[in-house]
């Protein structure tokens, strides 16, 4: 909390403030009687968030269920729905709006996902994310990042073509980098500052590994090397005519592979 400005700190898990989080939520159309789907919510605070300020109707979706217990508890009287799930697969819907926030990182294969959201959505629904985007880590990078088997970069090449490929089209595309890394410094410090306390909770090579992956996070973030990109994309309605004529209608199913993959943990840079 004392490493955001003041308002700008609702519960997330990541590098995201709550004015980018609002902002990306009306990007993405969300308001009163919109259906949101948000994967890998954990304890939901952007959702609970979003769901408050534009009175949404919402399913948050996370694979623990202590999170989630969290943010029923939370959520209050707020119209928010929580379910338990690996992901994927994805709850089929439909929905108007599905989110990924600060999580899209720990999917080894995200061509997977991404068509299990393109047919979880409506036509014209949007999908609104966060992703790091940059060539994947050397194995120099990997004995250097705490927990490296939940960092899967993408380059950003990569994501436009997945995303066309599953009948996705990009309307908005904003890099954050700058703006996420003033967060994870902001972050390191304070955990720096209340470093005793933390090691007292969680353990000295707990905090150290913490404290290693956001220094990480930063200088990638500063030198280039990742950068943090927020998109919104939606599902066409031309979009999905020309991948059904491409596969004679009967569009490309995953659901066998996807439900007998595990969901990835959550990335370290969360806990």
Request: hydrophobic share 40%; net charge neutral; proline share 5%.
């Amino acid at each position: 909390m004392s490493a955001y400005a003041q308002g700008e700190f609702v519960e997330q898990e990541g590098f995201m403030r709550a004015g980018e989080i609002l902002a990306l939520a009306r990007q993405a159309g969300i308001a009163p009687g919109v259906s949101v789907l948000d994967l890998c919510c954990g304890v939901a605070g952007p959702g609970r968030f979003i769901t408050a300020e534009l009175g949404c109707t919402y399913l948050g979706v996370d694979f623990s269920s202590s999170a989630l217990d969290i943010a029923r508890e939370r959520a209050g009287d707020l119209p928010c729905r929580f379910e338990v799930s690996r992901i994927p697969p994805i709850p089929p819907g439909p929905f108007d709006v599905v989110l990924l926030f600060e999580t899209m990182l720990a999917f080894p294969d995200k061509e997977t996902l991404l068509q299990e959201i393109s047919q979880a959505l409506t036509t014209g629904g949007r999908f609104a994310f966060t992703m790091e985007e940059g060539q994947p880590l050397t194995a120099a990078e990997r004995e250097r990042m705490p927990d490296a088997d939940t960092v899967w970069l993408t380059p950003l090449q990569e994501m436009l073509t997945c995303l066309e490929r599953v009948g996705l089209v990009v309307r908005r595309q904003d890099d954050r980098s700058q703006s996420h890394r003033a967060v994870a410094d902001s972050l390191i410090n304070a955990f720096t500052a209340d470093a005793a306390d933390i090691a007292a909770q969680i353990g000295s090579r707990a905090l150290e590994e913490l404290l290693a992956a956001h220094r990480l996070w930063s200088h990638w973030l500063r030198e280039g090397r990742v950068r943090k990109i927020a998109f919104v994309a939606e599902k066409t309605e031309t979009a999905r005519r020309t991948r059904a004529s491409i596969t004679g209608g009967a569009g490309v199913r995953h659901g066998d592979r996807a439900r007998a993959r595990a969901r990835p943990r959550r990335p370290h840079r969360y806990t």
